[in-house]
């Protein structure tokens, strides 16, 4: 299919592969950003989503609070691409969700860093 990245919508993903399905997106299309906050020092951290449909995103941030109950999160654009946000507390919520007990495939070097919050 032609541009489908630009066109991707809903999925019908079962609910029970839904953390899974997530997984992977971050894994493949996503960022986990630790950083220093400029005024406290405190250390940061964004999970984020990106995609060149809105539409898709949409539908993954809608399912993020159907499933797993997280309601913060924003979508913006940039250089017609969207990201789908999440700051440090959902982020590691959602890492919870995503990593549980006993799960053995993930991108290793963006499961070392979520492990480091949610140890």
Not at 22 to 45: A, M, N, W, Y
Not at 54 to 72: A, M, P
Not at 78 to 101: E, H, P, Q, V
Request: proline letters at 3%.
């Amino acid at each position: 299919m032609p541009a489908k990245s630009k066109i991707l919508s809903s999925l019908n993903i079962p609910a029970i592969y839904f953390q899974d399905f997530l997984r992977g997106c971050i894994d493949g299309d996503g960022t986990i950003h630790v950083f220093k906050h400029p005024e406290s020092q405190f250390k940061q951290l964004s999970l984020k989503l990106i995609s060149a449909s809105r539409s898709f995103l949409e539908w993954v941030y809608q399912n993020i609070k159907n499933h797993f109950h997280i309601e913060g999160g924003w979508i913006e654009e940039r250089n017609r691409a969207f990201t789908l946000n999440y700051g440090k507390s959902d982020s590691i919520k959602l890492f919870r969700f995503m990593y549980y007990n006993k799960v053995n495939s993930y991108l290793n070097r963006k499961y070392l860093i979520a492990k480091s919050f949610i140890d």
